[in-house]
């Protein structure tokens, strides 16, 4: 067979089935009915037996909006700023202990008294997750009952 003659073949074999009916169409990937803030169709996959990403979904709003306010909460907290101060005094500490204008001794008791203050604050956000933990599971209880009430209804 000449090379001519393969190259009918191979290109026979590419074309067969190409828009004669004969070979399946591929699936279409299914995509989030939600637009963007530009208006163009959402690029995301839907989630599982759903029309919308999680980022669309209507019965989500809240949870983002809390997931929202919770993160702005963890970026800008009293106690992310009040460590970072104390990171920074410890840091100045260090340098002052190595440069001389310290004794180790003071440093040592410095160090103890930032450890304090680092469990203090470590202990304040312990019990303000718990609480809000709390409200959360008692907003979801209030829910459970209520929808529990009115399927009894």
């Known amino acids: 067979m000449s090379k001519a003659e393969r190259g009918q073949l191979?290109?026979?074999?590419?074309?067969?089935g190409v828009g004669d009916g004969t070979s399946p169409t591929p699936p279409r990937e299914v995509l989030c009915t939600g637009t963007t803030k530009y208006g163009r169709p959402c690029p995301n996959a839907p989630q599982a037996g759903?029309?919308?990403?999680?980022?669309h979904d209507p019965e989500l709003a809240e949870r983002r909006s809390r997931n929202a306010r919770a993160g702005g909460r963890a970026v800008h907290s009293p106690a992310t700023l009040e460590i970072g101060e104390l990171k920074d005094e410890l840091k100045a500490l260090a340098r002052d202990v190595k440069e001389g204008k310290v004794t180790p001794a003071m440093g040592t008791v410095l160090n103890q008294i930032c450890n304090t203050i680092i469990r203090a604050v470590e202990q304040e956000r312990k019990v303000r997750e718990t609480e809000e933990f709390e409200e959360r599971l008692a907003a979801l209880e209030g829910r459970r009952?209520?929808?529990?009430?009115?399927?009894a209804a």
């Open 50 to 55: 759903e029309p919308y990403c999680w980022h």
């Open 145 to 151: 009952d209520g929808s529990s009430a009115r399927a």
């Open 10 to 16: 191979n290109q026979g074999a590419k074309n067969a």
